[in-house]
């Protein structure tokens, strides 16, 4: 993860606000305070009997450590999982197939977008793919480039292009951050977007959100899936 000083921080987000977007309200939502990604990916597991697991982004491995199954890979370019490479380089070696794939990876739209299809080429028939941090609740936690901490970065932006795929059934679970939920199905439900991707700003998922990500919860989720 990138390191940010003062300095960093203050001119990035003096940068942001002036010449790409200010807007100050913010959201709240109703994530579980009880149940957690690694709660999510232990049910799936289970659920479907799944042996293959694929993390893209491991930092600590606070996820990767809990994950309980037969054969499981980490991806991380930096610290953490068990392979060191980019998410990039990983997908053009790789050549296995995987149950379940959780991307948390780089935080930026145009990445994750890339990590997503990636997984849908590696992905097996009935298989899941998750995608940590599509719900920021303020500007700042959304902002690209980066000039906080706590960061989701512009995920949530893949999440809503993807939706307009005729071939991909995507939901996205409001818990622990929002974890995008990707299935190789037709899409039931394929988003009308009345702006191209890359006009949209915070003010447009301020106000559509629910719309845009379709947006449910853990309960309705574990009926779906």
Same mark, same amino acid.
């Given at each position: 993860?990138?390191?940010?000083? @003062?300095?960093?921080?203050? %001119?990035? !987000?003096?940068?942001?606000?002036? /010449?790409?977007?200010? $807007?100050? +309200?913010? &959201?709240?939502?109703?994530?579980?305070?009880?149940?957690?990604?690694?709660?999510?990916?232990?049910?799936?597991?289970?659920?479907?009997?799944?042996?293959?697991?694929?993390?893209?982004?491991?930092?600590?491995?606070?996820?990767?450590?809990?994950?309980?199954?037969?054969?499981?890979?980490?991806?991380?370019?930096?610290?953490?999982?068990?392979?060191? @490479?980019?998410?990039?380089? %990983?997908? !053009?070696?790789?050549?296995?197939? /995987?149950?379940?794939? $959780?991307? +948390?990876? &780089?935080?930026?739209?145009?990445?994750?977008?890339?990590?997503?299809?990636?997984?849908?080429?590696?992905?097996?028939?009935?298989?899941?793919?998750?995608?940590?941090?599509?719900?920021?609740?303020?500007?700042?936690?959304?902002?690209?480039?980066?000039?906080?901490?706590?960061?989701?970065?512009?995920?949530?932006?893949?999440?809503?292009?993807?939706?307009?795929?005729?071939?991909?059934?995507?939901?996205?679970?409001?818990?622990?951050?929002?974890?995008?939920?990707?299935?190789?199905?037709?899409?039931?439900?394929?988003?009308?977007?009345?702006?191209?991707?890359?006009?949209?700003?915070?003010?447009?998922?301020?106000?559509?959100?629910?719309?845009?990500?379709?947006?449910?919860?853990?309960?309705?989720?574990?009926?779906?899936?």
């Amino acid at each position: 993860m990138e390191k940010l000083n @003062k300095f960093t921080k203050i %001119f990035k !987000k003096i940068y942001y606000e002036t /010449f790409i977007e200010s $807007f100050k +309200d913010k &959201l709240v939502y109703n994530f579980p305070s009880d149940y957690y990604r690694w709660d999510l990916i232990e049910y799936l597991i289970n659920k479907n009997n799944y042996s293959d697991y694929l993390e893209i982004g491991c930092d600590k491995d606070q996820l990767f450590s809990k994950i309980k199954i037969k054969n499981k890979i980490g991806v991380d370019p930096v610290s953490g999982g068990n392979v060191r @490479k980019t998410s990039d380089d %990983f997908f !053009k070696e790789n050549n296995s197939k /995987f149950d379940i794939i $959780f991307i +948390d990876g &780089l935080h930026t739209y145009e990445q994750v977008k890339k990590d997503i299809l990636n997984s849908v080429d590696c992905l097996n028939d009935n298989g899941i793919i998750l995608v940590h941090d599509c719900m920021p609740d303020s500007l700042s936690k959304q902002a690209v480039p980066r000039y906080r901490m706590i960061w989701n970065g512009d995920v949530w932006k893949a999440i809503v292009d993807l939706r307009q795929n005729e071939n991909l059934e995507i939901f996205t679970c409001e818990m622990d951050q929002g974890i995008g939920v990707i299935k190789k199905n037709r899409n039931s439900s394929i988003l009308n977007l009345k702006k191209p991707i890359n006009k949209l700003k915070f003010k447009d998922y301020f106000h559509n959100y629910k719309e845009y990500l379709r947006v449910i919860g853990v309960e309705e989720l574990k009926k779906i899936i």
